[in-house]
């Protein structure tokens, strides 16, 4: 969806890919408008750095929210009004951090497929580790997040 202001739509959805950066719940990019205009489920467009305070329509300023959480914020910190509205003051994962994500995950999972999680029984025969790859799994997840 193309907009005269902030261009086009899809580019400021992938920063959270295509979800609320408030409530962390999806977006429907038809339902683009005037807040209100479709109910609720309006889709709007939310400073990070409130324009009241000087915020701008830089990209890396814009993300995407529906028209009652971005009412509900106001002019507050993004990070207090996701916390009431997510549970969480963290953003939603972008595009690129889900893709990164999974191919942690994915390689966890390969990893885990192999030598590496399984241990050596009395008998002889190898058992897969699930809570070495686990720990793995995590530690991985965690670096990707760390790199990007
Ligand atoms: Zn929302």
Redesign the pocket.
């Known amino acids: 969806m193309l907009t005269k202001r902030y261009g086009d739509l899809r580019t400021v959805a992938a920063h959270t890919d295509g979800d609320?950066h408030?409530?962390?719940?999806s977006?429907d990019l038809d339902l683009y408008g005037p807040t209100g205009h479709f109910g609720p489920e309006t889709v709007t467009v939310d400073h990070l750095v409130p324009q009241s305070v000087g915020g701008g329509d830089e990209p890396d300023n814009l993300r995407l929210?529906?028209g009652?959480?971005n009412s509900r914020r106001g002019t507050r910190d993004v990070a207090v009004a996701r916390l009431e509205?997510a549970g969480t003051s963290d953003a939603p994962l972008s595009s690129g951090e889900k893709a990164a994500w999974s191919i942690g995950a994915g390689s966890a999972v390969a990893l885990g497929a192999g030598h590496l999680f399984a241990r050596q029984l009395p008998d002889g025969t190898r058992e897969f580790n699930g809570e070495a790859a686990l720990v793995a799994g995590v530690l991985g997840t965690l670096f990707v997040r760390a790199i990007l």
């Open positions: 609320c408030l409530c962390h719940e977006l929210a529906h009652s959480c509205l």
